[in-house]
């Protein structure tokens, strides 16, 4: 009778191989449920993996790890910024301890390497109501890609929708609730269900493209030729984004991002006397203090409180 070798597992490596990276990067993708996060992990992880196997044989551990923070820190990202990448960082060695790959003494001690001091709560970017009526209205209406922008612009100021729930919204989402257009059932961050209700006028704009780009089903923003054919079945985020930047270059608003049209939509809707916490249901925030930091309201900037303190120049 032969005797059967025994199979053992392989045994933790301390270089991990672009191979086994890989598979630990599937491993953690495909733990998150959230489209967002996906992104946001694939982004980091292969950032660091670009980083890791740029080096000759380096050791997955915590002395590594260090210096993946000093090449962060170099780059002069923000705090918030290093402390993503670094969470991602762990998260990998996590799944590779899980597999088999990394011992966990290595996963642990990686796990011990501690982010970046946050001093003080970055100032957001938010736009007065002249500059956000300027910069919808900007798009000329003239051609089809100024109505779809146009629809696009006003949606995301007067809804505070966030770039993937615009891309992905349908023609039928728009429903009528209580006498009032909505947004039905939105599926937004981390699989969040909410109705956006719609101002009448933002629904003219709406109605106006999908009118004339002949769109009654399906995706509402579609791709736009050179010759102004509408096409496809739908535009990216990264869309959204050169719409946005081209907008508002036009109006001489420069480094505008579509996030900074959700937060202006959250501060023009409290300036009108909108109540926190109908605010918090409009945006879809988990958390009241989220809401509030669109908001700005942590410190005010314009009329600041040491404006007038009273040791001023008298005019």
């Keep these: 009778m032969k005797n059967k070798r025994s199979r053992r597992p392989g045994r933790p490596k301390s270089v991990l191989r672009l ?6 990067r599937t491993a953690v993708l495909n733990s998150l449920s959230s489209p967002e996060s996906q992104r946001g992990y694939r982004h980091a992880i292969d950032e660091f993996v670009d980083w890791y196997c740029s080096e000759p044989r380096l050791a997955f551990n915590r002395i590594v790890v260090l210096r993946y923070r000093s090449h962060l820190e170099s780059r002069r990202l923000a705090p918030g910024t290093i402390n993503l990448r670094l969470g991602a960082v762990r998260r990998l060695a996590y799944e590779a301890a899980d597999c088999g790959l990394l011992s966990s003494d290595l996963a642990a001690g990686i796990r011990r390497v501690r982010g970046m001091k946050k001093n003080g709560v970055r100032l957001g970017n938010w736009l007065t109501a002249e500059q956000a009526r300027s910069l919808w209205q900007a798009p000329d209406t003239a051609r ?17 929708l966030r770039r993937h729930e615009a891309a992905k919204l349908r023609a039928e989402d728009l429903q009528q609730r209580e006498e009032h257009w909505a ?6 961050k981390a699989g969040h269900i909410r109705t956006v209700p719609m101002p009448d006028w933002v629904y003219v704009e709406l109605d106006g493209w999908l009118s004339s780009a002949g769109i009654d089903r399906g995706r509402i923003f579609r791709r736009i030729s050179r010759t102004g054919r509408v ?10 984004w050169h719409v946005v930047r081209s907008s508002a270059s036009k109006v001489g608003i420069s480094a505008l991002a579509p996030h900074d049209l959700r937060r202006t939509c959250a501060r023009l809707c409290r300036s009108a006397g909108g109540e926190l916490d109908q605010i918090q249901l409009l945006l879809g925030h988990v958390s009241i203090q989220t809401t509030e930091q669109y908001l ?12 007038r303190i009273g040791i001023e120049p008298k005019s």
């Excluded at 191979?19 to 630990?24: K, R």
């Excluded at 096409?231 to 869309?239: F, L, N, R, V, Y």
């Excluded at 700005?296 to 404006?307: E, M």
């Design 231 to 240: 096409w496809g079945d739908g535009i990216s985020e990264k869309a959204i």
């Design 183 to 188: 947004i039905v059932d939105l599926v937004g």
């Design 19 to 24: 191979p086994d990276l890989e598979h630990v």
């Design 144 to 160: 089809m890609k100024g109505k779809r922008d146009r629809a696009l612009l006003a949606l995301l100021l007067a809804c505070g």
């Design 296 to 307: 700005g309201s942590r410190q005010r900037i314009r009329a600041a409180v040491n404006d």
